[in-house]
């Protein structure tokens, strides 16, 4: 084991995405408030503490089985929360946060499947899907700099560009998890 990792600091990245999810009731009422500007400095302070979490975790060693479930899940809980609050609020088409929301269920429902029928994995995140956020974190940061400050801002390219990146890296996972499935059938390795 590294000598990093046995550090009492070893536990800032959990911490720093525990305190994202708590950004995510403030970031939906600051939205329900019409208060976009304050929704965006929040937003980005989540973002910001992702890219902090994942380096530390990766810098220094500090990787754990809970920031391996709590940083996805701020994240999660953060995108899903926020293109919800907006397609409510009107600021996002309702398409976009079916398409966002529904591959997150997709995903959730095959990886519970999975877990039931065949057993543990350990998951990991795909280069698509990986990008597919970045670009849905952008869609939602530009939504809200329109809603605060820049109305005249175009971000219909955008949403486009969420719509078919969603659909795409939740088609991804399907094929992929699929297809390590049949692997795990045949070779007789099914939970019993």
């Not at 939205?31 to 890219?51: K, N, Q």
């Not at 990991?124 to 990008?131: D, E, M, T, V």
């Amino acid at each position: 084991m590294d000598a990093g990792a046995r550090t009492p600091w070893r536990h800032l990245p959990n911490l720093i995405s525990l305190l994202r999810i708590g950004l995510v009731f403030p970031v939906a009422w600051m939205m329900t408030e019409h208060r976009y500007g304050m929704a965006l400095w929040l937003a980005l302070a989540a973002g910001l503490s992702d890219a902090l979490d994942g380096w530390m975790a990766r810098q220094f060693g500090w990787r754990s089985r809970l920031g391996a479930f709590l940083d996805p899940a701020a994240d999660k809980l953060l995108l899903m929360t926020s293109y919800l609050v907006l397609a409510i609020m009107a600021r996002l088409p309702w398409w976009l946060a079916v398409i966002v929301l529904g591959r997150d269920l997709v995903i959730l429902g095959g990886a519970l499947a999975y877990r039931l029928l065949i057993g543990p994995f350990t998951a990991q995140p795909r280069r698509l899907a990986k990008f597919c956020t970045l670009v849905q974190i952008v869609c939602i940061l530009l939504e809200l700099l329109r809603s605060s400050a820049l109305p005249g801002l175009h971000v219909e390219a955008v949403q486009w560009l969420v719509a078919v990146l969603t659909l795409a890296s939740g088609l991804d996972y399907v094929v992929h998890w699929a297809a390590r499935a049949r692997r795990v059938g045949r070779a007789g390795h099914f939970k019993d």
